[in-house]
């Protein structure tokens, strides 16, 4: 099965880095999948999006992105976020809070990130 080198980046530091079958992001111009093969490109992350990477034993990697760059090359896929958490490190307890206040105080940017950790971790939004 071909695969993919994919790095999640974010302005802090290297989140994961690895082979994977596929990868689908949301970007300001639709939800987008990307394949071995797929013909390069530069895309726009969307505000509060997530980015799943499937990986070749069927496991996936799922990480909710704020504001960055998905980058398709010969040689893989970069997602360059200014911030980056995997599903795993988010705290939905503090997510769910940070989404009332958000919605109370009418913080759109607020409420799509908490939105975003939510979607990442599996919990509705």
Do not use: C, K, N, Y
């Given at each position: 099965?071909a695969e993919l080198h994919v ?107 908490a939105e975003s950790r939510l ?7």
């Amino acid at each position: 099965m071909a695969e993919l080198h994919v790095e999640l980046v974010s302005v802090e530091r290297e989140v994961w880095s690895g082979e994977a079958t596929q990868v689908t992001a949301r970007t300001t111009e639709g939800e987008i999948g990307v394949l071995p093969g797929h013909a390069p490109l530069l895309g726009q992350l969307a505000d509060g999006g997530t980015v799943r990477i499937l990986q070749s034993g069927g496991s996936d990697v799922v990480a909710a992105v704020h504001g960055g760059f998905l980058s398709v090359t010969d040689e893989g896929v970069t997602v360059l976020a200014e911030v980056a958490e995997l599903r795993e490190d988010i705290d939905t307890a503090r997510a769910r809070a940070a989404l009332e206040r958000a919605r109370s105080e009418q913080d759109v940017a607020a409420q799509r990130r908490a939105e975003s950790r939510l979607r990442a971790a599996g919990q509705p939004a």
